[in-house]
């Protein structure tokens, strides 16, 4: 990687002023590492700012995610380059593509499908987050880690390995965490607010969730859906429905599963995780337009769920 990351130092230098944009309904890795990689920015001497479409209640406590716009004002316009952080796919920043259209695009990440659409990249599939990443990079840059940058890296590399429990959590992970508790992360914090933060709202949702499930014991897939309807019954918001697909995950013989959910606008969202080594979800996702990880992968398409005989379907 220190090849792409000397390229990638050099692709800043040229550029003063910086947008940075994470992908839509964004998790723990996505604001972690954009406000990570803000800070460091900011210390260089660069005018930057953070952006992100969607907003996220659950991930308010990390630092300076208070200050994340929506990608509409007149600095986003501005800013000489934009990079996209932990955004497999151009879609996942979720903006028109007018407004990215002519703009000189660097992309940081880790997702197994990214095509290295920038013309600066640090991409390694094989990191547990595109977090771990960041750390490896201010390491390699000798930036000295500042405590509100290691809870916010900590962060994507706990929250995307599952608490340290699925396929992406290595030895390399688990060392660059180890440092980073080292530096001062708040990971009391960290696990208070994505892990030990669910309401009677959240657990109501999951609740419908389970009830629905149903298991194909030949196949070992296991798969539910949330309606739209379920959200506001619950009185639940899109974050509470975070970690059902892993969940499912838990259950004995389980090689995959899936959360088929109803978005606003007519939209079906699937989740898709695994934790047997020889399936690869992101190759499952492909089949229906999404992307993601080898473990964790999603999709999202037209239409709305319906019961048949023969288990859950998409009716577009």
């Known amino acids: 990687m220190q090849n792409e990351f000397s390229k990638f130092k050099q692709a800043l230098e040229t550029h003063a002023t910086v947008a940075l944009i994470t992908h839509k309904r964004p998790d723990g890795d996505a604001f972690g590492s954009l406000l990570a990689l803000e800070e460091y920015l900011a210390t260089l001497g660069k005018t930057v700012r953070s952006y992100c479409v969607d907003e996220s ?55 197994i499908s990214n095509p290295e659409y920038g013309s600066a990249n640090i991409i ?48 390399e992970s688990l060392s660059a965490s180890s440092e980073l508790l080292r530096l001062g992360a708040n990971f009391k914090e960290i696990t208070a607010s994505t892990m030990r933060n669910k309401s009677i709202a959240s657990l109501k949702l ?22 739209h309807s379920d959200f506001s019954e619950c009185n639940a918001s899109p974050d509470d429905a975070e970690g059902v697909a892993s969940l499912l995950n838990h259950l004995a013989d389980v090689k995959m599963s899936m959360l088929l959910r109803e978005l606003p606008g007519g939209l079906v969202k699937g989740s898709l995780r695994t934790t047997n080594e020889l399936i690869d979800v992101s190759q499952v996702a492909k089949l229906m337009g999404g992307g993601g990880h080898a473990k964790a992968a999603g999709f999202t398409v037209q239409g709305h769920i319906t019961e048949t005989e023969h288990g859950w379907k998409i009716i577009k």
């Open 57 to 111: 209640p659950m991930l308010r406590f990390l630092p300076g995610a208070s200050a994340i716009a929506k990608p509409t004002d007149e600095f986003w316009n501005s800013a000489s380059v934009v990079i996209l952080v932990d955004c497999g796919d151009i879609s996942m920043a979720g903006v028109d593509r007018a407004l990215l259209q002519g703009r000189t695009l660097f992309c940081v990440d880790h997702h």
């Open 206 to 227: 999951w609740g419908r969730a389970l009830e629905r499930l149903r298991l194909d014991t030949h196949k070992g897939i296991a798969v539910t859906v949330l309606k």
């Open 124 to 171: 390694d599939r094989a990191s547990s987050a595109t977090a771990e990443i960041l750390y490896r990079y201010f390491t390699w840059d000798g930036f000295a880690i500042t405590k509100s940058m290691a809870t916010n890296l900590l962060c994507g590399i706990y929250t995307d390995t599952d608490a340290y429990t699925n396929l992406g959590t290595t030895p």
